[in-house]
Structures are given as C-alpha cells and as structure tokens.
T-cell receptor, first 112, second 114 residues
Framework: SQTIHQWPATLVQPVGSPLSLECTVE??????LYWYRQAAGRGLQLLFY??????ISSEVPQNLSASRPQDRQFILSSKKLLLSDSGFYLC???????????FGQGTRLTVV | AQTVTQSQPEMSVQEAETVTLSCTYD???????LFWYKQPPSRQMILVIR??????QNATENRFSVNFQKAAKSFSLKISDSQLGDTAMYFC???????????FGTGTRLTIIP
C-alpha cells in the first residue's frame, strides 16, 4: 500500500529564517507530487507540482521554492520567511492526471 | 486558467437533514475530472466522491451524491441523512485530462447541528 509522510507537523520560525518542509511517498514510483498552502478564507492554494525529478511547475511566484531530489521526495523551501508565509502546508501525490490526490498530515507553520 | 468557485463559505444543517454544497468551475476543455474532499477538524484530507466529465451518470457514494451539470459547469454535493461526523470543511477540486494540475476551491465549512 502507498503512504505519504510529511514533517514536521508543527513549526514556529522567526521572520527571515530559512524553511525546509519534507514530504516522501512510499509504495509507488514516479508519482505526481504537490505542495498546497491552506490559509483562512483562501482554500487550498496550489504552490508547486512535479511530474518527475527536476520537473517542477510553480503556480505562485513567491519567496518559496520546491525541489525533488529523488523520485518520491518533495521539499518545500524558503531562504527567508515572511509573516505572510504562515499557514497550513499540505503535500499530496497522485498516480496520474485523472486520479484523486492523497494527502499528508500537513504542517502548521507559524512565522513570528 | 482553470478556476473553482465555492460560493458558500459556511453552512449549517440539523442532523438527519439533507444539505447541498455548491461548486462551479471554469474550463474550455471537454474532458476533465471533478472531486469533493472533506477536511474534518483533524485536517486530514479525505476523498468523498469523484466524477468523470465524460460520464453522464451522477456519481454516488452511500449518503453522498453529486449533481453534475456539464453545460452549466456546476458540480454540487448532496449529503443525505447528515450525521455529526459530517461536520468538516468541504473542498471541490478540478483537473483537466492530460494536465497534472489539481485546483481546489476555497471550501465550505459545514456544521451539523445535533
């Protein structure tokens, strides 16, 4: 069976500090991977998606970046966090473009 | 660009009643997929139901059913015999065939009142 792991579960970081959120999928190969951010009143905002190693599409041009160093690993990063980066971050994977997405447990990020 | 609109930020209904959540989307494609997800207080995203645009028959999953109106680009979710455990945020999502992007709406917060 397939599982998705996302960590950490919660994170409190000062403004200007770096960020690294990690997501890994087990039990499948070459999944489509996604990073979403959930903020109050804005639903699930798609940040990045990836169809393969080094194939990453950005939906939101901000101070965030994503990398996929391995087939089943997806990392969300920032060099300098802003207060507006606070939110709930969700990683997800899909088999193909027509299947549903499976989500990780999420990371609550608070930038102080 | 594909967009998904959920015009009801919050709804509440008495237990055992039926409730319908609205969702509209915008696309120029003819083949696509639609999903409803539930996010309970635990914040774990759970798939409720999915619909393929090429299928005319509305999808159903136990107490959950959809009303898919392709011409109107509408995809509403009906919850019958609502239960306390249905209290959650509900998100509508859209994906074009051949496109890996999965777009979500802003969500509807549903509260089931005992």
């Amino acid at each position: 069976s397939q599982t998705i792991h996302q960590w950490p579960a919660t994170l409190v970081q000062p403004v200007g500090s770096p960020l690294s959120l990690e997501c890994t999928v087990e039990g499948t190969s070459n999944p489509n991977l996604y990073w979403y951010r959930q903020a109050a009143g804005r639903g699930l905002q798609l940040l990045f998606y990836s169809i393969g190693i080094d194939q990453i599409s950005s939906e939101v041009p901000q101070n965030l970046s994503a990398s996929r160093p391995q087939d089943r690993q997806f990392i969300l990063s920032s060099k300098k966090l802003l207060l507006s980066d606070s939110g709930f971050y969700l990683c997800a994977w899909r088999w193909t473009d027509y299947t549903e997405a499976f989500f990780g447990q999420g990371t609550r990020l608070t930038v102080v | 660009a594909q967009t998904v609109t959920q015009s009801q930020p919050e709804m509440s209904v008495q237990e055992a009643e039926t409730v319908t959540l609205s969702c509209t989307y915008d696309t120029s494609e003819s083949n696509y997929y639609l999903f409803w997800y539930k996010q309970p207080p635990s914040r774990q995203m759970i798939l409720v139901i999915r619909q393929e645009a090429y299928k005319q028959q509305n999808a159903t999953e136990n107490r959950f059913s959809v009303n898919f109106q392709k011409a109107a680009k509408s995809f509403s979710l009906k919850i019958s015999d609502s239960q306390l455990g249905d209290t959650a945020m509900y998100f509508c999502a859209f994906a074009n065939f051949g496109n890996e992007k999965l777009t979500f709406g802003t969500g509807t917060r549903l509260t089931i009142i005992p």
